[in-house]
Nanobody, 123 residues
């Protein structure tokens, strides 16, 4: 099993940047695919980005391509989401999720979730 904890959310003006962190426990974390999802009020949880464990392959939602970058530091058991050129529509609670066998953009295929971190982008 693995536990994940997000941090790094906050309030930022449109055009600004934030870096979210997802810190994980577990010695085999590097085998886990890690995904970032977000949920805005009144909306369903949506896929943002993911990074494969063994493959290292990255995946992005069309809405964030070119603005967000997912990376991981296996030595620190941490995955990062660098968010640049933020827009008001990026406002949401951002969740980190992990699992070993997933459909990367499908939230229901991830078993391990953090508590979420709020990102608010003002116009």
């Amino acid at each position: 099993q693995v536990q994940v904890v997000e941090s790094g959310g906050g309030l930022v003006q449109a055009g600004g940047s934030l870096r979210l962190s997802c810190a994980a426990s577990g010695r085999t974390f590097n085998r886990y695919t890690v995904g970032w999802f977000r949920q805005a009020p009144g909306k369903e949880r949506e896929f943002v980005a993911a990074r494969g464990g063994s493959s290292g392959r990255t995946y992005y939602a069309d809405s964030v391509k070119g603005r967000f970058t997912i990376s991981r530091d296996n030595a620190k058991n941490t995955v990062f989401l660098q968010m640049n050129s933020l827009k008001p529509e990026d406002t949401a609670v951002y969740y980190c999720a992990a699992d070993t066998s997933v459909v990367v953009d499908s939230a229901k295929t991830y078993d391990y979730w953090g508590q979420g971190t709020q990102v608010t982008v003002s116009s």
